[in-house]
C-alpha cells in the first residue's frame, strides 16, 4: 500500500510565480522527506451545445482546449510530473476537481484563491482534509 500523500494541483489561472513557488517547495531537499505524490488536473469550462453550432464559438473552444492542454504540459514539464497524473477535464471547476480529488484519494487541494473559494462552495469540500492557496506554499512542508 502507497503511505504517500496525494496532492492534487489545479491550474486553472496559474501563474509562473506560484509554479515556481511549488518547485522550489519540492526541491530535492524537502522531497525525499515529505512522500508526496503531484497531479495536476486543469477543467475547461463546457459550453451549451447550441453554441457548437456557431462555427466562430467552435474555432474558440478549439484554440481553448488546445491552450489549456499546453498550459497544462507545460507545468508538467516545470514541476516533473508525468503525463500519467495530468488531468485535462471538462465541466464546472468545483464538480470536476473535487470528483477527481475523491478518486484519486487526494489528501490536499493546492490552488490559486479564486479556484479556493469555488471549491469551498461545494459540499464535497469538506471530505478533502487539507487545503491551501498557492500562496501559502509553506503549510505542504507540515505534511
Sequence with gaps: MDKRKQVLIVTNAITEE???QIRKA???EYSPKMEIKLSLVHVIP???TC???IPSMGVLIEK????AKQSLTQVGKHLGISKKDQWLISGKIRTEVLRLANKIDSS???ASAEQIQ???RSLFFKNIHQYAMIQNINNL???
Design 18 to 20: 506560484e509554479v515556481l
Design 118 to 120: 469555488e471549491l469551498q
Design 46 to 48: 463546457r459550453l451549451p
Design 108 to 110: 490536499f487541494i493546492l
Design 26 to 28: 519540492f526541491n530535492a
Design 64 to 67: 481553448y482546449y488546445d491552450e
Design 141 to 143: 512542508k507540515q505534511l
Design 51 to 53: 453554441y457548437f453550432n
